[in-house]
């Protein structure tokens, strides 16, 4: 059976809209209709908080998944809209999920992914612009899968030279993460703090931190990308 196809959101009206902190939702998966979404309260990760436990840290210099930027979005956003329980649906309709297809195309989405072998095993995707990524879902197929891919996020947009890590809502996972709640009024503040072109993309930064960890020439740097991360996440930035 095929998706249904519904108009796409213009980028140029998400970005439009992100950049006044709003953003959309629907209602199914199979749902034409939106509404757009303007919390009082908003959820952000503070890039210089980002709680990395012992144990996360431990994962990531295991290499315990293999780490990549932007090499399976479409499949990121499908696992993210798939129902958590039996009776669930899903606000990434497909009008949304083909609209941020767009977004991506256009340079102004990116997913991270972990991977066990060839098996997709968790990943989040969301929306950049300026120095600000607005993440909007994640997954994860295996255990701390979806906080490996988040910790990757931080350490590559504090490389890049982000702002703002937006997360829309607060919740108990996100919380244990570093994540704090601020009045809408804050949000919008950091949001225009955050105009401006970041050093590098997020891709770049991909890259970047992949050149650094494959170098073991120098005992300073780490021989691995999620020693890398781990190292980077206990620098200040």
């Not at 939106?34 to 290499?63: M, N, T």
């Not at 932007?70 to 606000?91: I, N, Q």
């Not at 300073?220 to 200040?236: D, N, Y």
Request: proline letters at 5%; one cysteine or more.
């Amino acid at each position: 059976m095929h998706a249904p196809s519904f108009p796409v959101i213009p980028v140029d009206t998400l970005l439009m809209a992100y950049r006044n902190g709003i953003f959309p939702m629907a209602d199914a998966r199979d749902d034409p209709d939106i509404f757009w979404v303007e919390p009082q309260d908003r959820a952000i990760i503070p890039l210089d908080g980002f709680h990395c436990s012992k144990s996360l840290r431990k994962i990531l210099r295991q290499d315990r998944f293999r780490i990549s930027i932007d090499e399976a979005f479409t499949d990121v956003m499908s696992l993210c809209a798939a129902p958590r329980d039996e009776d669930g649906d899903s606000w990434i309709s497909y009008r949304i999920a083909a609209s941020y297809r767009d977004l991506f195309d256009a340079g102004h989405a990116h997913s991270i992914e972990c991977w066990d072998g060839s098996r997709l095993v968790g990943g989040l995707y969301g929306v950049a612009f300026d120095r600000a990524f607005c993440g909007e879902s994640m997954f994860a197929r295996a255990d701390n899968a979806s906080k490996v891919a988040l910790a990757a996020l931080v350490a590559l947009m504090r490389r890049a030279g982000y702002a703002l890590l937006d997360c829309q809502f607060l919740t108990r996972h996100l919380s244990s993460l570093g994540a704090i709640e601020i009045k809408q009024g804050a949000y919008l503040a950091l949001l225009a703090q955050a105009r401006g072109e970041p050093r590098m993309t997020l891709p770049d930064a991909y890259a970047s931190l992949s050149a650094e960890s494959s170098d073991g020439s120098e005992s300073t740097r780490p021989s691995s990308f999620g020693k890398s991360i781990a190292q980077s996440l206990t620098q200040t930035s």
